[in-house]
């Protein structure tokens, strides 16, 4: 019971007492061991030269677009969902040129290492340093992390965002404004914190006064505001994000009714944690509920409120995958954390030297399991696949004769996966780069329409007429890799598997490890 001889002193604030010198020689370890974190991510960066995934190559094309005074186009073929503090900071690194995209990838490590730093924090209030330290290192071994960083995903800011959020909330209660400044960011990046906001005003309200109860509505409200205002001036619909999102949850085959859901979640956190990890952390809930109650509430909160997001998205029709669970499944590495480094917690006692030897054997055991069945290449095959496709796309689209090409028409790829790539390397504008996925999905309609068929209505004169124009002249990119066609061009099965034919009378004239450009003009 949390209080009595079983647990270490607890400070006013509701964490472990620690004497002076042991709590300094902590926070210097920290400090050198994030400093060397933050050494190992900048070499990582340079050695491994990767660029921003499909959905935030958009930003950074959106951004670029209002840099250049143009409006972005939000609807297209498989175009992701709009995320308006996104678009902004793809604005602001445009300036940079074509380094913009690296820069990118930069900015999301940053904000990776930012996010290490909250879960130590979250974990260190939750019990003890050491469990902090263990839910980092628990986050840095879970590889999905690094690699959503390693990709540019803008999950990792929104992860910090809420993270830090829980976090100056657990060191003091009630903090109010910079808790709702972080989770307005946060709004501006994922929907899913309009809800928390929302939540956490209701926290707020409770003991507030009536000013205070309107200036906190205000900031909670900044999210889903600023983004159907965003909606509104760009498209003319204030919905538009929720609409086209489950439209296209729908399309790519990411939905889940709420019978599902059930099964879907247990699958989904062992994905992201392991095993494991996950078996670990539901023994940390149990002994943080009995050691520690109060202490244990922060992580608690994350869990529970990402579980409600979760579940909400999926009400809503969103596209419904693991790292929507991401948040959660942190929470999760600080209570697996509990399990492991708990005993820190314990006066001197039998009990606690052997949950200290057990827990050392679980380490040991589990790196030991792990230095066995990790496959190390596959890692180092796909973090060098990103930056080898970049360099080999670059290299066929910079070629004269395909800039030369791309003056007689448009440039088509097999399917949505490179048009932003293509587009930011190029310097093309939206409707200059099209996915022959698409333009196969015309001709069909088109077909269909002819032969009577119901419920298909006949392509707009300007769909026809953009297909045909590409079907005749132009620049047609084929991936030519076996790794990269499962990568690039052969992601949906309902595809047809002409999309990595070019259009007939194309001459090949640029080829590269992976790709292949055809030319007619």
Same mark, same amino acid.
């Given at each position: #019971?949390?209080?009595?001889?079983?647990?270490?002193?607890?400070?006013?604030?509701?964490?472990?007492?620690?004497?002076?010198?042991?709590?300094?020689?902590?926070?210097?370890?920290?400090?050198?061991?994030?400093?060397?974190?933050?050494?190992?991510?900048?070499?990582?960066?340079?050695?491994?030269?990767?660029?921003?995934?499909?959905?935030?190559?958009?930003?950074?094309?959106?951004?670029?677009?209002?840099?250049?005074?143009? #409006?972005?186009?939000? *609807?297209?073929?498989?175009?992701?969902?709009?995320?308006?503090?996104?678009?902004?900071?793809?604005?602001?690194?445009?300036?940079?040129?074509?380094?913009?995209?690296? !820069?990118?990838?930069?900015?999301?490590?940053?904000?990776?290492?930012?996010?290490?730093?909250?879960?130590?924090?979250?974990?260190?209030?939750?019990?003890?340093?050491?469990?902090?330290?263990?839910?980092?290192?628990?986050?840095?071994? @879970?590889?999905?992390?690094?690699?959503?960083?390693?990709?540019?995903?803008?999950?990792?800011?929104?992860?910090? !965002?809420?993270?830090?959020?829980?976090?100056?909330?657990?060191?003091?209660?009630?903090?109010?404004?910079?808790?709702?400044?972080?989770?307005?960011?946060?709004?501006?990046?994922?929907?899913?914190?309009?809800?928390?906001?929302?939540?956490?005003?209701?926290?707020?309200?409770?003991?507030?006064?009536?000013? *205070? @109860?309107?200036?906190?509505?205000?900031?909670?409200?900044?999210?889903?505001?600023?983004?159907?205002?965003?909606?509104?001036?760009?498209?003319?619909?204030?919905?538009?994000?929720?609409?086209?999102?489950?439209?296209?949850?729908?399309?790519?085959?990411?939905?889940?009714?709420?019978?599902?859901?059930?099964?879907?979640?247990?699958?989904?956190?062992?994905?992201?944690?392991?095993?494991?990890?996950?078996?670990?952390?539901?023994?940390?809930?149990?002994?943080?509920?009995? #050691?520690?109650?109060?202490?244990?509430?922060?992580?608690?909160?994350?869990?529970?409120?990402?579980?409600?997001?979760?579940?909400?998205?999926? /009400?809503?029709?969103?596209?419904?995958?693991?790292?929507?669970?991401?948040?959660?499944?942190?929470?999760?590495?600080?209570?697996?954390?509990?399990?492991?480094?708990?005993?820190?917690?314990?006066?001197?006692?039998?009990?606690?030297? +052997?949950?200290?030897?057990?827990?050392?054997?679980?380490?040991?055991?589990? /790196?030991?399991?792990?230095?066995?069945?990790?496959?190390?290449?596959?890692?180092?095959?796909?973090?060098?696949?990103?930056?080898?496709?970049?360099?080999?796309?670059?290299?066929?689209?910079?070629?004269?004769?395909?800039?030369?090409?791309?003056?007689?028409?448009?440039?088509?790829?097999?399917?949505?996966?490179?048009?932003?790539?293509?587009?930011?390397? +190029?310097?093309?504008?939206?409707?200059?780069?099209?996915?022959?996925?698409? #333009?196969?999905?015309?001709?069909?309609?088109?077909?269909?329409?002819?032969?009577?068929?119901?419920?298909?209505?006949?392509?707009? +004169?300007?769909?026809?007429?953009?297909?045909?124009?590409?079907?005749?002249?132009?620049?047609?990119?084929?991936?030519?890799?076996?790794?990269?066609?499962?990568?690039?061009?052969?992601?949906?099965?309902?595809?047809?598997?002409?999309?990595?034919?070019?259009?007939?009378?194309?001459?090949?004239? +640029?080829?590269?490890?992976?790709?292949?450009?055809?030319?007619?003009?």
């Amino acid at each position: #019971m949390e209080g009595s001889t079983l647990t270490r002193p607890v400070s006013p604030n509701g964490t472990a007492a620690t004497p002076a010198p042991a709590r300094d020689r902590g926070q210097s370890l920290a400090r050198i061991a994030f400093g060397l974190l933050c050494l190992g991510v900048l070499t990582g960066f340079f050695v491994f030269p990767t660029y921003p995934v499909y959905d935030s190559y958009y930003s950074l094309l959106w951004g670029r677009d209002l840099l250049h005074g143009h #409006m972005p186009v939000f *609807d297209g073929f498989r175009y992701p969902t709009e995320h308006p503090l996104s678009i902004l900071f793809g604005a602001a690194l445009s300036l940079f040129g074509s380094a913009g995209d690296r !820069l990118w990838v930069l900015l999301i490590f940053a904000t990776f290492l930012a996010l290490v730093a909250g879960v130590y924090r979250l974990g260190r209030i939750a019990a003890t340093p050491l469990v902090g330290a263990i839910a980092a290192a628990l986050l840095l071994t @879970r590889f999905d992390y690094p690699f959503l960083a390693a990709r540019g995903y803008i999950d990792i800011p929104y992860m910090a !965002l809420v993270v830090w959020a829980a976090v100056l909330e657990g060191t003091r209660r009630r903090r109010g404004t910079p808790v709702f400044v972080l989770l307005a960011a946060a709004g501006l990046l994922r929907p899913e914190a309009w809800m928390l906001a929302g939540l956490y005003w209701l926290w707020m309200a409770w003991h507030a006064t009536w000013r *205070d @109860r309107i200036k906190y509505a205000v900031l909670a409200a900044i999210g889903p505001v600023v983004w159907c205002g965003v909606d509104a001036i760009v498209t003319g619909d204030p919905l538009f994000s929720l609409h086209y999102t489950s439209s296209s949850a729908e399309d790519l085959g990411r939905q889940r009714s709420l019978s599902e859901l059930p099964a879907a979640v247990p699958t989904f956190f062992q994905d992201l944690v392991k095993p494991p990890v996950l078996l670990a952390s539901l023994a940390g809930i149990a002994l943080g509920v009995v #050691m520690a109650p109060r202490r244990i509430v922060m992580p608690a909160v994350v869990v529970v409120s990402g579980l409600v997001t979760f579940v909400a998205l999926a /009400v809503a029709g969103a596209s419904v995958i693991e790292r929507y669970l991401a948040v959660s499944a942190l929470a999760l590495m600080v209570f697996a954390a509990i399990a492991l480094g708990g005993w820190t917690m314990l006066v001197p006692s039998r009990l606690r030297t +052997a949950w200290m030897v057990g827990s050392g054997l679980v380490v040991v055991l589990g /790196v030991a399991f792990t230095a066995t069945h990790l496959n190390l290449s596959r890692f180092d095959n796909e973090l060098r696949f990103r930056g080898q496709a970049h360099d080999d796309l670059t290299q066929v689209l910079k070629d004269p004769k395909v800039q030369a090409g791309l003056e007689c028409g448009p440039l088509t790829g097999p399917n949505h996966k490179i048009v932003p790539d293509s587009r930011w390397i +190029a310097g093309l504008g939206d409707g200059d780069v099209l996915a022959r996925a698409w #333009m196969f999905r015309i001709r069909q309609q088109e077909a269909d329409f002819n032969a009577g068929k119901q419920d298909v209505k006949k392509p707009s +004169a300007a769909d026809l007429a953009t297909v045909a124009g590409a079907e005749r002249k132009g620049v047609a990119i084929v991936v030519t890799s076996r790794f990269a066609i499962f990568k690039h061009a052969w992601t949906d099965t309902s595809d047809d598997a002409l999309i990595q034919v070019p259009p007939s009378g194309f001459t090949r004239v +640029a080829t590269s490890r992976f790709y292949a450009a055809y030319v007619r003009c």
